[in-house]
């Protein structure tokens, strides 16, 4: 029996492979620019950028409060806090359109553990 053959090259399974892996690149990279937590910060003409050891709290527009991207209660927050130094600087990022409360409740939180460093997130315009 005689081979036919092969004159060409069937490149649908490799455009296949080709969109698939397209498409998981574009969902990652999706997730690292936005980031995991959905918080819109203000904008400020100054800031600094902290580079040592921190604590950064959050609050997002609906009240929720983060610390390392794990959503909790003021009151564990409040257990959490009680366990770190005091010397550590803590950054606060609040959602621009957060409840100004929320955001006071969770500053006096953190005054009122003795907390000396305390700094507000914000982006440049």
């Given at each position: ?17 080709m ?7 574009l969902?990652?990279?999706?997730f ?94």
């Open positions: 029996m005689q081979e036919k053959e092969i004159d060409y090259m069937n490149v649908i399974p490799l455009v296949d492979v969109l698939v892996l397209l498409t998981i690149t969902i990652g990279a999706s690292v620019a936005v980031g995991s937590i959905p918080v819109s910060l203000p904008q400020a003409k100054h800031q600094e950028a902290l580079k040592d050891r921190r604590i950064e709290l959050y609050v997002d527009k609906e009240g929720n409060f983060y610390w390392k991207d794990q959503r909790l209660s003021l009151q564990d927050l409040s257990a959490r806090l009680s366990k770190e130094d005091r010397s550590l600087p803590v950054v606060i990022g609040a959602d621009r359109e957060a409840n100004m409360q929320d955001f006071v409740r969770l500053l006096d939180l953190v005054k009122g553990m003795n907390f000396q460093r305390v700094s507000l997130q914000v982006q440049k315009p």
